[in-house]
């Protein structure tokens, strides 16, 4: 059975697919509160009531979206994810316009992995007064301004804004981030805390491919050479930790794991770091845990970001 909210308008049901896309506020609505409790802490809901986990992405989804998906499922009784490409979080140079779009693909993917409905707004939907014309949400430093705030410095503005609206469009009891955008991570996991927002986050672990890149929706920029050099991330991250198991303190190991990057052909590393795993301060002279290595780098035009945490 497909589930189609009452009396809708705009919202389009793929019956084939049973995905139920909500495309405008009163949809949304009325298909939030047909389906999930009104909004009480997670701790306090019986075990009746139905928790709703949402999972935002910009869509163009692979393997480690629908990872967040499932750990969703497993968590919650509905599921929604929302496909939004955010314009608020692209610099003017950045790829806004060639990020890969692909809904149809998207959809049959979250039917596979049993999402229950897909928020798929429309920039006016989100941003009716233009997005400069917006109330921001600015995380705090050193979150917002370094490592990737340092190359980005209005991604997190963006990310944090377009996210809270969501939570607010959206009220899930839980929402599932990916911890390859670590720092994105802990600017949420900052952001729910500081504005005491109603919503529990989860982390999901980076999925890889076989070969140890993660998976991310940029990796589809990458041709058949690059592809195969992009590997060379994940093992300067892994050398990271290797050299410091081995007595290197962050400073000297990071430095060293660089030079992997910097020997092969058509990198340009941007940082490779070992940070506190919370707050994201420099690690530098000893090696403690817990703590993250973190690294940026553009390869030709295609910029990567990975990272290992080191939890124990
Ligand atoms: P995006 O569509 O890039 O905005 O990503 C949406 C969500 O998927 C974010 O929480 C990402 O961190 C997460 N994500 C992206 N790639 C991966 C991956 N390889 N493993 C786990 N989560 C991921």
New binding site residues.
């Given amino acids: 059975m497909t589930e189609t909210p009452a009396n809708y308008t705009t919202a389009v049901s793929f019956a084939e697919k049973k995905v139920v896309v909500l495309r405008d506020l009163e949809s949304l609505y009325r298909y939030r509160f047909s389906q999930a409790a009104a909004w009480a802490p997670v701790e306090h809901l019986h075990q009746e009531q139905i928790k709703l986990g949402f999972?935002?992405?910009?869509?163009?989804l692979?393997?480690?979206?629908l990872?967040?998906v499932r750990r969703a499922r497993e968590k919650c009784q509905k599921v929604i994810v929302s496909i939004f490409v955010n314009p608020y979080q692209f610099a003017p140079h950045e790829d806004f316009s060639k990020y890969p779009r692909t809904f149809e693909r998207d959809l049959e993917l979250l039917h596979s992995v049993g999402a229950d409905a897909v928020f798929y707004p429309d920039e006016k939907l989100v941003y009716p007064n233009g997005k400069d014309k917006i109330t921001a949400v600015i995380p705090p430093t050193p979150l917002n301004d370094t490592l990737e705030g340092e190359f980005r410095p209005t991604f997190f503005r963006g990310v944090a804004t377009v996210v809270l609206k969501l939570f607010n469009l959206v009220q899930p009891h839980i929402a599932?981030?990916?911890?390859?955008?670590y720092q994105?991570?802990k600017v949420i996991e900052t952001m729910v805390k500081d504005l005491n927002l109603p919503v529990s986050i989860v982390g999901?672990?980076?999925?890889?491919e076989s070969d140890g890149l993660?998976?991310?929706?940029r990796n589809a920029y990458l041709d058949a050479k690059a592809r195969q050099e992009a590997t060379n991330l994940y093992k300067a991250l892994s050398t990271t930790k290797e050299l410091m198991e081995g007595g290197k303190n962050p400073l000297q190991a990071a430095a060293e794991a660089a030079k992997l990057l910097q020997e092969s052909q058509g990198w340009q590393l941007q940082y490779l770091k070992v940070c506190h795993a919370e707050s994201l301060e420099p690690v530098t002279d000893s090696y403690i845990k817990p703590c993250v290595i973190v690294a940026a780098a553009k390869l030709g035009e295609v910029r990567l970001i990975d990272n290992l945490p080191i939890l124990d």
């Fill in positions: 999972v935002p992405t910009m869509g163009a692979h393997e480690g979206h990872e967040l599932f981030f990916g911890q390859k955008d994105q991570w999901v672990p980076t999925v890889r993660a998976m991310s929706s």
